[in-house]
């Protein structure tokens, strides 16, 4: 069965840095777009990046672009998150997800209704 793992989480200082990992298995990685979203206390889940199977047409939430960036490595079948120049308001649990099927080549889903296949989530704390 389709498994998301997500690590690289924690503590980290307003203006710090610090890289999401998100291995894939029980599916064919390279035909599938991979996005990242989050959820912060008391607040609905948001999207925040999505790549596509070859990781072309990486597209951001407003609220990280120029800060986070999507890449992803398809002979390790993992998606990466870095995220720079971190600050609160990026506190939040980030899960990666998958399409419920393979995507065209260029595309990147943003709603999560587009996404089937969730992992467990990893916490974000970024303390001012």
């Known amino acids: 069965q389709v498994q998301l793992v997500e690590s690289g989480g924690g503590l980290v200082q307003a203006g710090g840095s610090l890289r999401l990992s998100c291995a894939a298995s029980?599916?064919?990685?390279?035909?599938?777009?991979m996005g990242w979203f989050r959820q912060a206390p008391g607040k609905e889940r948001e999207f925040v990046a999505a790549?596509?199977?070859?990781?072309?047409?990486?597209i951001y939430a407003d609220s990280v672009k120029g800060r986070f960036t999507i890449s992803r490595d398809n002979a390790k079948s993992t998606v990466y998150l870095q995220m720079n120049s971190l600050n609160p308001e990026d506190t939040a649990v980030y899960s990666c997800?998958?399409?419920?099927?393979?995507?065209?080549?260029?595309?990147?889903?943003?709603?999560?209704?587009?996404?089937?296949?969730w992992g467990q989530g990893t916490q974000v704390t970024v303390s001012s």
């Open positions: 790549v596509a199977r070859r990781g072309e047409s990486p």
């Open positions: 997800a998958a399409p419920q099927s393979a995507t065209s080549l260029y595309y990147t889903p943003i709603r999560a209704d587009r996404y089937g296949y």
């Open positions: 029980g599916l064919t990685f390279s035909t599938y777009a």
